[in-house]
Each structure stands twice: as structure tokens, then as C-alpha cells.
């Protein structure tokens, strides 16, 4: 049972480059979540799937774009790459909304 | 939109001392309270969680109280050993009808031998 997988675990973007960030579970959760984590900020959410085909924006979606075509998927689309992009991201999946939150490992994205 | 506030940023303590961490929020629907704990360069975990309905939850050295007039919620940790030192954060419940968690800023924990 490998949880909730990410990849990559480290990249390097230039300024106006795009990527895509994937996140897989196995676990068959409905809930799926993108946060990203700056020092001292805590965790904002970026955006956010209650199941298959339905995906809705949290705090911060501007610059980014997801898609849930399956139960299991969730990628993370970053058009335009800024530096304000940089950041670690981190994507989690639960049962329910108002139950355990399981992250991946993160991925630390810099852009310069 | 829910707005989660959390002290201290960081804190210090002796090992065997106790270690409480403050939470407030702002939106009084808000349901659902988790805390989570990060070590450096790990993904977070949940620690423990308390629901409205409860006003307060222990799980052995760790335990969470809930004042909902007040609108805050802490977390208590007695007797803290070295590998309680960690970033914890609180985070709330959007309120009805919403599926996302607010986080506060976090609080780094270290705990001195």
C-alpha cells in the first residue's frame, strides 16, 4: 500500500516554463488536495476534488490548473512558471473531508 | 473565508516539561479541528482531532480542548521527549457545506535534553 505518491521530488523551472506535478493514491479516497508550503506560511490550499470529474479552487489557485479523471489521479498543472511559484508542494487525499489527511512526500519546486 | 490563528511561532521547552500550543479561528461554523505534526523534511502527519461536539480529546501524552464560544482550541502535550520536536500546525473546518481546511502558520517545537 504505497499511500500517496508524488513526483517529482525535486525540479527546476525557468521563469515561463510549464510542468506538471502528479499525484497518485491508492487508497480509493474521494477527497483529494493540493497545498503548497512557503517558510512560515503554513500550508494554503491550492486546490481541491471531491471526486472523480469535480474540482474546485481553494485559497491560491491563480497559476495553476488540475484535472480528476480518475479516482486515483490528481496532477497539478504550473502554466507560466513565476518565482513566486517557488515553493514545496505537497498533495493529500482523504476518506472524507473531516478525516485523516494522508500526504505525499512533497515536491520542492524552485524557479529562477 | 476561515482565518486561523496560531502561538507561539516557536517554542522552546525542557524535556519532561509540559508544551501547550494556542489555535483561534473565526468562523463559528467551523466543525472540525485537526493537528498535524511535521519533522524537518517530512511530509505531515495527524496527531489528533476534536469535533464541536466534544470539548476535549487525549490520546496518552497529547491532548486537544475546544471552546467554542471563544472560538479556540489548543493542544497539550505533558512530559515532552526530544521526538516531539517538530512544526505542529492546528487547522479548521471551513464551515458547513465546505470541504477544505484552513492551517495556521504553525509553531516549531524544540524540545532541549
Known amino acids: 500500500n504505497a499511500g500517496v505518491t508524488q513526483t517529482p521530488k525535486f525540479r527546476i523551472l525557468k521563469i515561463g516554463q510549464s510542468m506538471t506535478l502528479q499525484c497518485a493514491q491508492d487508497m480509493n479516497h474521494n477527497y483529494m488536495y493540493w497545498y503548497r508550503q512557503d517558510p512560515g506560511m503554513g500550508l494554503k490550499l491550492i486546490y481541491y476534488?471531491?471526486?472523480?470529474?469535480?474540482?474546485d479552487k481553494g485559497e491560491v489557485p491563480n497559476g495553476y490548473n488540475v484535472s480528476r479523471s480518475t479516482t486515483e489521479d490528481f496532477p497539478l498543472r504550473l502554466e507560466l512558471a513565476a518565482p513566486s511559484q517557488t515553493s514545496v508542494y505537497f498533495c493529500a487525499s482523504s476518506q472524507a473531508w473531516d478525516r485523516n489527511y494522508t500526504f505525499g512526500s512533497g515536491t520542492r519546486l524552485t524557479v529562477v | 473565508g476561515e482565518n486561523v490563528e496560531q502561538h507561539p511561532s516557536t517554542l522552546s521547552v525542557q524535556e519532561g516539561d509540559s508544551a501547550v500550543i494556542k489555535c483561534t479561528y473565526s468562523d463559528s461554523a467551523s466543525n472540525y479541528f485537526p493537528w498535524y505534526k511535521q519533522e524537518l523534511g517530512k511530509r505531515p502527519q495527524l496527531i489528533i482531532d476534536?469535533?464541536?461536539?466534544?470539548g476535549e480529546k487525549k490520546d496518552q501524552r497529547i491532548a486537544v480542548t475546544l471552546n467554542k464560544t471563544a472560538k479556540h482550541f489548543s493542544l497539550h502535550i505533558t512530559e515532552t521527549q526530544p521526538e516531539d520536536s517538530a512544526v505542529y500546525f492546528c487547522a479548521a473546518s471551513s464551515g458547513a457545506g465546505s470541504y477544505q481546511l484552513t492551517f495556521g502558520k504553525g509553531t516549531k517545537l524544540s524540545v532541549i535534553p
Open positions: 476534536i469535533r464541536s461536539n466534544v
Open positions: 476534488s471531491v471526486g472523480a470529474g469535480i474540482t
